[in-house]
């Protein structure tokens, strides 16, 4: 079954350095998303991403954040200088139409 | 802001039970998608509904969408161990490309 998956699963960086976090959606899909979940808290939404460009994206994503679809199958999410409050899950997702989205497994960043 | 309160927030029941779980809102929304997420994974997607009253069934769970697209609830029958998870409920607004707001989950316990 199709599924989206990312990549790394644990990231550990110190705090002011940039991270690139990397998912592939599933491999027919429109729309694509990160969102976050912090430790203890609702998974939030940071941006979606449409024909090659941003279509929403929420008060979290500020400047220092930004995302990618480098070719036909990765989509990527920088954070340019991470702080100790970008420790968080960090969620891929993806949508064809009617259904969904489905989430990657995660990508746990650890800011020291 | 649109919020999802989902009750209760525990749940403990015996093998057997039935259960439901409830998804609420202010809110009108496009689309109502649950999900069961186990501890540092994603969210894996149960059910997407989108036409107010619609019912889906998934085996022994049941989604219902409420008329005015508001409110969903969740029932499983005869629940079982392995139902054992975070049940999450998330909202697409009316005309955004599935900008989720997620609720805070309700944690189901079945015991033996």
């Known amino acids: 079954e199709p599924e989206v998956t990312q990549t790394p699963s644990h990231q550990v960086t110190q705090m002011g350095q940039e991270v690139i976090l990397r998912c592939v959606p599933i491999s027919n899909h429109l729309y694509f998303y990160w969102y976050r979940q912090i430790l203890g808290q609702k998974v939030e939404f940071l941006v979606s991403f449409y024909n090659n460009e941003i279509s929403e994206k929420s008060e979290i994503f500020d400047d220092q954040f930004s995302v990618e679809r480098p070719d036909g199958s990765n989509f990527t999410l920088k954070i340019r200088s991470t702080k100790l409050e970008d420790s968080a899950m960090y969620f891929c997702a993806s949508i064809l139409i009617r259904v969904g989205p489905f989430f990657g497994q995660g990508t746990r960043l650890t800011v020291v | 802001t649109q919020l999802l309160e989902q009750s209760p927030q525990f749940l403990s029941i015996q093998e057997g039970e039935n259960l439901t779980v409830y998804c609420n809102s202010s809110?009108?929304?496009?689309?109502l998608q649950w999900y069961r997420q186990e501890p540092g994974e994603g969210p894996v997607l149960l059910v997407t509904v989108v036409t107010g009253g619609e019912v889906k069934k998934l085996k022994r769970l049941t989604f219902q969408f409420g008329d005015a697209r508001k409110d969903s609830s969740l029932h499983i029958t005869a629940a079982q161990t392995g139902d054992t998870g975070l049940y999450l409920c998330?909202?697409?607004?009316?005309?955004?490309?599935?900008?989720?707001?997620f609720g805070s989950g309700t944690q189901l316990t079945v015991l033996p």
């Open positions: 998330a909202g697409g607004p009316s005309g955004s490309a599935r900008q989720l707001t």
């Open positions: 809110s009108v929304f496009s689309s």
